[in-house]
């Protein structure tokens, strides 16, 4: 079956450093990819996506490129801020298999000031 | 727009006593998903509808678990009877449909079983 494989946290990064979450997946065909992020008290939420090879996803400064030769869908953002503490969760949507979707374990990035 | 409203938020129970959930999706989304998140786990499909069809059941634990969405707008999840390992976030999430892969997910509901 589809399997997604998110780097283990937690990460812990100064303000203003540079992050990188590394995100492998496994699947049948073509998924689509995407990074959901959840802050404190909140529900998962859309942050980007890609839904072919070489297509980059960006948004608030994050971005991340959907690879194919190497699986891979890996988060970066050249400045964090303290307000970008959430958990990042990378997931892939099957579109063989009408939709259905395959979540990592989740990254818990906190970025101190 | 209201995103996807669920409830309650929290709820604690003692183990072999009933327990339900609610979901209202997102006005005009067909799809709807219900998950379950274990602590340090991302969410794991229990139930998929495409409006009032249940199109992808195969992880809900059918022996205790029960979903229904009348309508095909709001929806009820159920466990009967609870055990200590359900403890859990249970999230709702919809889609316009499912050829619109970008889910938007409720709050959630933690479970707390004793």
């Known amino acids: 079956g589809n399997s997604v494989t998110q780097m283990e946290g937690p990460v812990t990064l100064s303000e203003e450093a540079f992050l990188t979450i590394n995100c492998t997946y496994t699947?049948?065909?073509?998924?689509?990819l995407f990074w959901y992020v959840q802050y404190p008290g909140e529900g998962l939420q859309l942050l980007l996506k890609?839904?072919?090879?070489?297509d980059k996803g960006s948004n608030k400064g994050f971005e991340a490129t959907y690879r194919k030769e190497t699986t891979s869908f890996h988060l970066e953002k050249g400045s964090v801020q303290v307000s970008d503490s959430a958990v990042y969760f990378c997931?892939?949507?099957?579109?063989?298999?009408?939709?259905?979707?395959?979540f990592g374990d989740g990254t818990t990035l906190t970025v101190k000031p | 727009e209201a995103g996807v409203v669920q409830s309650p938020r929290y709820k604690i129970i003692e183990k072999k006593q009933p327990v339900a959930f609610w979901c209202n999706p997102i006005?005009?989304?067909?799809?709807l998903y219900w998950y379950r998140q274990n602590l340090g786990q991302g969410p794991e499909l229990l139930i998929r509808y495409e409006n009032e069809e249940a199109v992808d059941d195969s992880q809900l634990p059918k022996d205790r678990f029960s979903a229904e969405r009348l309508k095909g707008v709001d929806s009820t999840l159920k466990i009967q009877p609870a055990e200590l390992g359900d403890s859990a976030v249970y999230l709702c999430?919809?889609?316009?449909?499912?050829?619109?892969?970008?889910?938007?997910f409720g709050p959630g509901t933690r479970l707390l079983v004793l």
């Open positions: 890609a839904t072919k090879a070489d």
């Open positions: 997931a892939l949507s099957d579109k063989a298999n009408a939709g259905k979707s395959t």
């Open positions: 699947a049948t065909g073509y998924p689509s």
């Open positions: 999430a919809s889609s316009r449909d499912r050829g619109q892969e970008t889910q938007y």
């Open positions: 006005s005009g989304h067909n799809t």
